[in-house]
């Protein structure tokens, strides 16, 4: 889980690396626990460059017996592009095809968006995880082999599919069908000046970097070449960014569950 802060070091601030409005939510949720919170989002999201399949999905939603979506960006941006034919959303499917969610985030997305509550499938909000693997602990056996399943996920900048297959390998070797859309495109943002200098200071100052995706990781060390990372601190919300961290240089990497209270808590403990 990382050592310890080196006695009498605080930390600066919290720099927050997810997309855009994640970003803002979670500055604001941090600031109202009392931290200092700073936006620096490392990925930026746009819609695909083909949005057709997205329109298709929506259109045989109901041959589908549950749709996941990978993160809450997917259901906002698979919402968005819905077709102006389909008039009434999920509703219309609601007694056949259920919505998974990895974690609560997601699942809160989907309900801000119209869909009830009852219909999403999600681990616990006190789950260890939010990932893949904690999902198929609540739907392993719920759609029979023969079954098909939509997976909405992101895309590179060319619009393929990215991002793991550990959930559609699960469902496959269940006998259930998979089929992927991209709903949106991860790529890395543009910062201005004011942003890199940021950046380089929260490199050294006792900040502690947010990371919620690996992806986001990459991107940093993209933008700031060459800066050693050595005197950084980070906190990982699962083990595999916690090691694309470490990878990176930051020399004191501590991990935590994704939800704000666990965040809030383990910065708490280092301050």
Known sequence: MGQPAPA???VAAV?????GRECARWVEALQARGLRALALPLIAIAPPP???PVQEAWRRLEEFSAVMFVSANAVEQF?????????????QFAIKTRAWAPGPGTAAALVQAGVDAAMVDAPAPDAPQFDSEALWQVVAGQVPAGGRVLVVRGGDGDGNGAGREWLAGQLAA???QVE???AYVRHAPVWDAQQLAQAHAAAGDGSVWLFSSSQAVAHLTDLLPGQDWAPARALATHPRIAQAARAAGFGVV???RPAVGAVAAALESIR
């Open 8 to 10: 009498g070091q605080r």
């Open 15 to 19: 720099v927050v690396t997810r997309p």
């Open 50 to 52: 083909d949005t057709r």
């Open 79 to 91: 919402f968005m592009q819905k077709p102006p034919a389909v008039h009434t959303g999920w509703a």
């Open 174 to 176: 269940s006998g259930v």
């Open 180 to 182: 992927t859309v991209v």
């Open 254 to 256: 501590w991990e935590s």
